[in-house]
């Protein structure tokens, strides 16, 4: 039996019960209220986290999260959940875009954070301390935010640690989603790369694009994550089988070189989703004052995961991002479905990751 109360800032639940409110971050300069659910199970079993919001435009990933909360009841529950739907209240609520409003800083970008430094570094800090640091698991949902077109994928980062890598692999693989994305190291400033460094089991989970907030991809986001859930101990498992994953690592990312207007010329859509070679004319910007066009290659082989939707761009912009099956059994770059596995990769541009 489970007889340890969860407690975070002034929020607590103990054993067989669930709580929700919000708890302050003191930020330096200003404070946020942190939104909560802490659902502490009535029977042992590990502690998972789960964070949406740390970007703002991403509405569907908030919206799933909230319903998960809804959806867990303690008495169903092995070990504790606690969920955070808004990680980052100034970028979900008035910026909407990936950096802070307060600062202009990417929080996805400065994990584990400064607890000493600007505001976005004491968010990445207290998100730490508060709740990442305390977890046996960490997932982090994200989509294609309101400019972005994007195909749903896991990703997660090796470390070293055979035991941990091979957890988080069937972790990844344990979600219903096919394509899986892995980094060589847990380097960096990503919110499950720094968990990873720690120890902790991470995966970036990204479902759903354009920062679309539509019920059916929610509800398929939420039926992912119970299979996690399950997959983990903390719901009763079923009968359902593992489906298969194909694997890939980061091939290259591209960005705007120029300013002015982004015209794509990549498809997102039938049996060949975004399959480029390189040199191929991924698309051009048009300077919108004398109209002289500057084409974009793309800089090797590779499928779009990601791309950028938006009209405007300046010098910098995240234009896409591109992958390459791998298969760690030959280590050899194919497209083959495999079930879930350790996997290696080669070192990759990790553009999103």
């Known amino acids: 039996m489970n007889d340890a109360t969860l407690a975070i800032g002034s929020l607590d ?13 003191d930020l330096g300069t200003l404070t946020v209220d942190i939104p909560l659910t802490l659902v502490n199970g009535s029977r042992p079993g590990p502690r ?13 990933p908030i919206d799933a999260a909230v319903r998960l909360a809804d959806l867990l009841e303690p008495g169903e529950v092995h070990g504790q959940v606690v969920i955070c739907p808004v990680a980052n209240p100034p970028a979900v609520y008035q910026g909407r875009l990936n950096i802070s409003p307060v600062d202009g800083v990417n929080l996805n970008r400065v ?81 499950h790369a720094a968990a990873a460094r720690r120890g902790i089991s991470a ?5 759903g694009e354009l920062g679309r907030r539509d019920a059916a991809t929610a509800r398929r986001r939420v039926e992912g994550l119970c299979r996690a859930l399950r997959h983990l101990g903390v719901l009763d498992p079923d009968d359902t089988a593992p489906a298969p994953i194909r694997e890939w690592v980061w091939s290259a990312g591209v960005t705007a070189e120029a300013t002015g207007l982004w015209c794509p010329e990549f498809s997102f859509t039938g049996d060949v ?51 390459v099956p791998w298969d760690p059994d030959t280590a050899t770059r194919t497209g083959t479905l495999r079930t879930p596995g350790t996997g290696v990769g080669s070192d990759e541009a990790d553009p999103r990751l």
């Open 203 to 207: 995966v970036l989970v990204e479902v």
């Open 48 to 60: 998972v986290v789960v964070t949406a919001g740390v970007h703002g435009g991403e509405f569907t």
């Open 273 to 323: 989703i975004g399959e480029v070679a390189e040199g191929d004319v991924l698309g051009r910007i048009v300077d919108p004052a004398d109209g002289r066009e500057h084409p974009v290659h793309a800089p090797a082989d590779g499928r779009i995961f990601y791309g950028m939707h938006g009209l405007t761009v300046a010098p910098g912009a995240e234009l896409a991002a591109l992958a």
């Open 111 to 191: 994990f584990p954070g400064d607890p000493a430094g600007g505001p976005t570094e004491r968010l990445a800090a207290w998100l730490f301390a508060n709740l990442v640091d305390g977890a046996d698991v960490y997932v982090d949902l994200h989509c294609g935010g309101i400019d972005q077109v994007l195909r749903d994928f896991v990703g997660y980062r090796l470390t070293g640690d055979p035991d941990l890598d091979k957890a988080t692999a069937a972790l990844a693989g344990s979600f219903g989603i096919e394509d899986v994305i892995l980094g060589l190291k847990p380097d960096g400033g990503n919110s």
């Open 13 to 25: 639940a103990r054993p067989g019960t669930k709580a929700r409110g919000t708890v302050r971050a």
